[in-house]
């Protein structure tokens, strides 16, 4: 079992920075492929990035390239999103979430593909 608890959100200007944490437990942390989602008020959850197991592969969503990046330090089972230049479509519930499972093709941006979950951690970006 695995448990990520996301951290780092906040209030936060437009044009403004923020880094979302993710911590987990469990020893296999540097088997799992890892993945940013978010839910924004009155919408479906969407994908916003993925990093496999080594750091060496990452996936991003077309909305947020070029301003967010995905990053993990598997020493301390912690994967991180950086969030820069912030747009208040920006504001949502970050999720942090774990697979198991084979990385190809675009199968990281699938909400099935993630074993684990964690609980979010809200974003608000005011204009």
Same mark, same amino acid.
């Given at each position: 079992q695995v448990q990520l608890v996301e951290s780092g959100g906040g209030p936060v200007q437009a044009g403004g920075s923020l880094r979302l944490s993710c911590a987990a437990s469990g020893r296999r942390f540097n088997s799992y492929?890892? #993945?940013? $989602?978010?839910?924004?008020?009155?919408? *479906?959850? *969407? $994908? /916003? +990035? +993925?990093i496999n197991w080594? #750091?060496?592969n990452t996936r991003y969503v077309d909305s947020v390239k070029g301003r $967010? =990046?995905?990053?993990?330090d598997n020493a301390k089972n912690t994967v991180y999103l950086q969030m820069n230049t912030l747009k208040p479509e %920006? =504001?949502?519930v970050y999720?942090?979430?774990g697979s198991i499972r %084979?990385? !190809? %093709?675009? /199968?990281?941006?699938a909400q099935e593909w993630y %074993? !684990?979950?964690g609980q979010g951690t809200r974003v608000t970006v005011s204009s």
């Open positions: 492929a890892m #993945g940013w $989602f978010r839910q924004a008020p009155g919408k *479906e959850r *969407e $994908f /916003v +990035a +993925a080594s #750091g060496g $967010f =990046t995905i990053s993990r %920006d =504001t949502a999720y942090c979430a %084979d990385w !190809y %093709d675009n /199968v990281m941006t %074993d !684990y979950w």
